[in-house]
T-cell receptor
């Protein structure tokens, strides 16, 4: 199984809502990533977890809250988002952070619309 | 972080080889060169990576210049399914983030 599964595929939420994005992989990877991608732009790194610990936070606003409950799961909790946060949110995993000379696997993304 | 420079867009005819260039003049000796591509409405997917020597896999070939200041991704026989944005990315031990640049949008002409 070389898949990274993201749910839901689409999400519409109001600015006062709380929602969560979920990412799952069963490849035994110990590094997991969240990226944000606006239309016609490259993906931008948000967070990196290594061995279930937050390793990198790219100065992301606190209305985005990541969580890594175990080595297979990665969540992104959303609260009080703004319309400009509407984007494709991509999850990725790799063997570890220390061996990025190997490939990263990406999910299909969750397309988020904030209304 | 070492930067990469790619053309914004390229076109190629179907069933012909495609050479996608990437310049990375500030590359360090321990930087790996990765290529990913993103098909429409999908997440990025790994294509190939290398350090110093040329590399081949089932998807593509990676030709790395002797001075490592540039590299070329070669698709040997382009199909319509190869139409995507191709990203050239450098990573280094201790800074293994995959940081995407603007990439090259490849259009395949039937």
């Amino acid at each position: 199984d070389t898949e990274v599964t993201q749910t839901p595929k689409h999400l519409v939420m109001g600015m006062t809502n709380k929602k969560s994005l979920k990412c799952e992989q069963h490849m035994g990877h110990r590094a997991m990533y969240w990226y944000k991608q606006k239309a016609k732009k490259p993906p931008e790194l948000m967070f990196v977890y290594s061995y279930e610990k937050l390793s990198i936070n790219e100065s992301v606003p606190s209305r985005f809250s990541p969580e890594c409950p175990n080595s297979s799961l990665l969540n992104l909790h959303l609260h009080a988002l703004q319309p400009e946060d509407s984007a494709l949110y991509l999850c990725a995993s790799s063997q570890t952070m220390d061996r990025m000379n190997t490939e990263a696997f990406f999910g299909q993304g969750t397309r988020l619309t904030v209304v | 972080d070492a930067k990469t420079t790619q053309p914004n867009s390229m076109e190629s005819n179907e069933e012909e080889p495609v050479h996608l260039p990437c310049n990375h003049s500030t590359i360090s000796g321990t930087d790996y060169i990765h290529w990913y591509r993103q098909l429409p409405s999908q997440g990025p997917e790994y294509v190939i990576h290398g350090l110093t020597s040329n590399v081949n896999n089932r998807m593509a070939s990676l030709a790395i210049a002797e001075d490592r200041k540039s590299s070329t991704l070669i698709l040997h026989r382009a199909t319509l399914r190869d139409a995507a944005v191709y990203y050239c990315i450098l990573t280094n031990f201790g800074n293994e983030k995959l940081t995407f640049g603007t990439g090259t949008r490849l259009t395949i002409i039937p």
